[in-house]
Structure formats: structure tokens, C-alpha cells
């Protein structure tokens, strides 16, 4: 396909190294000649300096042929106006980053007016994140599928846990709980795992399973460990809005610390919350707000660095649950050796929301992509498919019978109400969602087919 990039920053550079890798032709507008520069040299796209906004620019850039523009430009209005000139021109489809909490009523009439195809709210998307994995303490990482019936969550294997150096297979026998082992990360390589798999100590494991069915498997791996009642949260910018918004009466029991006083006062007129006016980089002012006693701790703060470290002494004092936000992406692996382990990341979700549109622009007649996620530090993808036909090979074939790829998995399938962790026996039928993983990348479930 041909796909014009508005923005070579982080995000607009992280998605170029996917879709070139997956052989689309990509061209990329940028007012800030050396990142564009430093873009096009790493990748093998069509760099063009210049505001993305500007007609004649887009007109030269062959906008009318392109099957889809991308605005990733750090100013949401910008991004809007991109891709209203851009449908008007010709463009086949149109996706715009959105982070402004102002314009969220308007997103709708947004997606109309301006003729977008799809917008993404990197913060708010964050702040969805924030709220499953407070849900399972343990966790490093969960994903949704299939509108909320099933969880993805990473969680790390240790010394003590009553799973390390079981077999997957015995691993079944010995716990009553439906669920799956569906990716292993042990080092540098990802594994999709074979019944005979024996997990190890400092193994960074995926499962799959329903809500209920992976609260119990929590449950038995952490003892008595609750979800999180007393929240203590660093920052008040829009992730923390988002979250306040979606945690409800419950961000009443939440400390919020912000060094700007301005949006100290904003946020508490606008939840009725209390949020403390300080440093949240001082141990003196996080011993007084209680951080030796909470159950989670939230550092979300603008300042990548400043999460980091006071994720550390949380860490250090030992709070149950900890999630760190980072916003670069080449700091996310650093974080994670350094002993953090749970990061949420506005921009990772930015780049697989738009790397799931791309696939399902194909909108294949069999199957279509309903969610995309990288699991396992980006080296599993997770995709849930739509089965819309028979599918030789696919439906109505045991899954022990179903040539697949060296290196992929059938994970689950939703059928109406119901969540099957498949065994060999287990068929897909027309109209079930089945949930998918792979070592590579895959755009339609046949693509596993072997």
C-alpha cells in the first residue's frame, strides 16, 4: 500500500520500521529537516520537508494515490487538518492522533466533518491500560480481546512461584483453571510454547484466559494479594485525567502529587479529588503520603526519568503493585533491565492502534483483524480475527489437525458468550473470534496456515 507519514518523530518512526518491514511504500512529511533526515536514512522511505498541512506539499507527495495518511505531527490540530486536505484530495482512508481531553466531545463529529477514518487518544488508551492491569496484581501487562471477555496478561516467573520449573502439561493437571500458556520470553528469544515447555525462574510468560478464570489464576499465585484500594499517583497530566475518569468514585481513595500548581487546582475542581502540590522526586514528601502502606503506585508524571526513579524507591519500599510510564520508546527496554517492570507507553499504543488499522484495511472476505497487540517486549504479536467464511484447512478441522506455521498459536476462540481455551479436539466455526499469536506478522488468520 501507499502510506504518507505527517510527523517523523518517535511515533511516526517506530511506525515506518513496521510497515517497511512489511513491504508498504511509505512516505514521510516533516517540518524538522534532521529528524526527517535521520528517517529517511534509516529507512527506506520518501522523505519530504515541509509543513503536512500544506496542499500543494500533499499534492506532490501523491496523496490522491495514497491508500492512507497518517498525522502524527505533535499538534492535534495540525493532524486533524492534515487529514481533512487529505480526504479531500483523494486519500483512500485517514487516521489522526487526538490527545486533547477538550475535543473528546467533538470526536464524533470530528471523525464526520473532517473525514477521518480513525482517531487515536494515546493517554487515554494508556489510562484504559492502567485500569486492567490494576485489576490483576502480579501482572506486568494485560491486553483485552473479544470486547472484555478475554485477558492477555505477562507476568514474570520467580524463584518461588509455584509454577517455576513445571511443564506446561503438568502445569494444566496441577491447577483447576482454565487458561493457556500462549508465549514465553526467556532472555532475548520468545517462545510459543509446546505442552513439554518447562518454565523457569526470570521467564517473562503470556497467558490467555477469561477475567474470572485469570483472577483465580492470580489468586493462587500471590496468596492473599487484593487489587488495589489506596493508590498513590505522580503527575496530573492527561493520563491521570483519563484515569480519573475511568476509575469513577474509586480515584477518591487515590494521593495525586503535581510540582504545577495549576494543574493541581484543575483536576481537583474538576473530580472533587484532593491532589497534594509538591515534588513527587522527595522520599520525605512520599513517606508522609503514605507510600510504605499502599497497595499500588502510579508514576505518571511527563518526565520519563523522574518515573523511573521513583518507581525504584517504591519498589524499594516495597509496594505490592508498581506502574511506570514511559513515553520514549528506546527507554522502555532500559527501564525494564533496570528492575521496572510493568510500563505503560502512550506511544507503543499509538503504533499498534495504527498497525492494526493497516492490516484490517485489507478487509479480507474470510476473517478481519478486530485488535492487534505486541506482547512480550514486541516480539509475539496477538491478533483476535472475525471468521467470516469456511476457510479450508481452518473451520471445522480439530485443532490438532490444523497445519499451522512453525511458531503460532491458536490462543482462544469466542463463540457468542462463550471463551474455549482450545484443546486438539476443539473446531473453529463460521462466526467465532479466535485469538492468535506469532512470531511474525501475520494479516489474515490463513497466514498461519501451513
Same mark, same amino acid.
Given at each position: 500500500m501507499n502510506i504518507i507519514i505527517i510527523g517523523s518523530g518517535t511515533v511516526g518512526s517506530a511506525i515506518c520500521s513496521?510497515? %517497511? !518491514?512489511? #513491504?508498504h511504500d511509505v512516505t514521510v512529511i516533516d517540518s524538522d529537516e534532521k529528524s526527517l533526515s535521520e528517517i529517511s536514512n534509516t529507512y527506506d522511505v520518501t522523505g519530504i520537508l515541509g509543513n503536512g498541512a500544506d496542499i500543494s506539499l500533499l499534492s506532490d507527495a501523491g496523496v490522491e494515490n495514497a491508500d492512507l495518511l497518517v498525522a502524527v505531527a505533535a499538534m492535534d490540530e495540525i493532524n486533524?487538518? +492534515? +487529514?481533512? &486536505? &487529505? !480526504?479531500?484530495? #483523494?486519500a483512500s482512508y485517514t487516521v489522526a492522533r487526538i490527545r486533547n481531553p477538550e475535543y473528546i466531545p467533538f470526536m464524533n463529529l470530528m471523525k464526520s466533518d473532517a473525514n477521518l477514518s480513525m482517531t487515536i487518544n494515546p493517554e487515554y488508551a494508556t489510562a484504559k491500560e492502567i485500569v486492567r492491569n490494576l485489576k490483576f496484581p502480579g501482572a506486568t501487562k494485560v491486553d483485552t480481546f473479544c470486547d472484555g471477555m478475554v485477558e492477555m496478561a505477562e507476568f514474570? %516467573?520467580?524463584?518461588?512461584?509455584? *509454577? +517455576?520449573?513445571? $511443564?506446561?502439561?503438568?502445569?494444566?493437571?496441577?491447577?483447576? *483453571? !482454565?487458561?493457556l500458556v500462549c508465549g514465553v520470553l526467556r532472555g532475548d528469544k520468545a517462545y510459543i510454547p509446546s505442552g513439554t515447555f518447562v518454565l523457569k525462574e526470570g521467564d517473562s510468560i503470556c497467558i490467555t484466559a477469561s477475567e474470572e478464570e485469570l483472577v483465580k489464576f492470580f489468586r493462587l499465585l500471590g496468596g492473599k494479594r487484593k487489587k488495589a484500594k489506596h493508590l498513590i499517583i505522580t503527575g496530573a497530566g492527561r493520563t491521570t485525567y483519563y484515569l480519573a475518569k475511568?476509575? #469513577? !468514585? $474509586? *480515584? &477518591?481513595n487515590a494521593t495525586i502529587i503535581e510540582r504545577d500548581e495549576a494543574r493541581c487546582e484543575e483536576l481537583s475542581a474538576e473530580y472533587n479529588i484532593s491532589v497534594t502540590h509538591g515534588d513527587s522526586t522527595s522520599q520525605e514528601l512520599l513517606l508522609e503520603e503514605g507510600i510504605e502502606s499502599c497497595d499500588a503506585f502510579l508514576a505518571l508524571s511527563d518526565v520519563d526519568e523522574e518515573n523511573a526513579i521513583v518507581s525504584m524507591y517504591a519498589k524499594k519500599m516495597g509496594v505490592p503493585q508498581i506502574i511506570t510510564m514511559i513515553r520514549s520508546l528506546s527507554y522502555i527496554n532500559f527501564f525494564k533491565d533496570a528492575g521496572i517492570d510493568s510500563i505503560v507507553s502512550p506511544k507503543s499504543s499509538t503504533v499498534d492502534y495504527i498497525l492494526r488499522f493497516v492490516r484490517g484495511m485489507a478487509d479480507a472476505q474470510d476473517s478481519e483483524i478486530e485488535s492487534l497487540h505486541t506482547v512480550l517486549d514486541g516480539k509475539i504479536e &496477538?491478533?483476535?480475527?472475525v471468521i467470516k467464511e469456511r476457510i479450508d484447512g481452518l473451520t471445522e478441522t480439530p485443532i490438532s489437525k490444523i497445519k499451522r506455521i512453525p511458531n503460532s498459536l491458536i490462543a482462544c476462540i469466542a463463540r457468542g458468550e462463550d471463551i474455549i481455551i482450545p484443546s486438539g479436539n476443539d473446531i473453529i466455526k463460521i462466526g467465532d473470534r479466535v485469538i492468535v499469536l506469532a512470531t511474525g506478522s501475520i494479516n489474515n488468520i490463513k497466514d498461519i496456515l501451513n
Open positions: 513496521q510497515l %517497511v !518491514k512489511e #513491504g486533524m487538518l +492534515c +487529514c481533512y &486536505a &487529505a !480526504k479531500k484530495l #483523494g514474570t %516467573v520467580t524463584k518461588n512461584s509455584p *509454577i +517455576c520449573d513445571l $511443564s506446561l502439561l503438568d502445569l494444566r493437571e496441577k491447577l483447576n *483453571i !482454565k487458561f475511568l476509575l #469513577g !468514585k $474509586s *480515584i &477518591a &496477538a491478533l483476535e480475527f
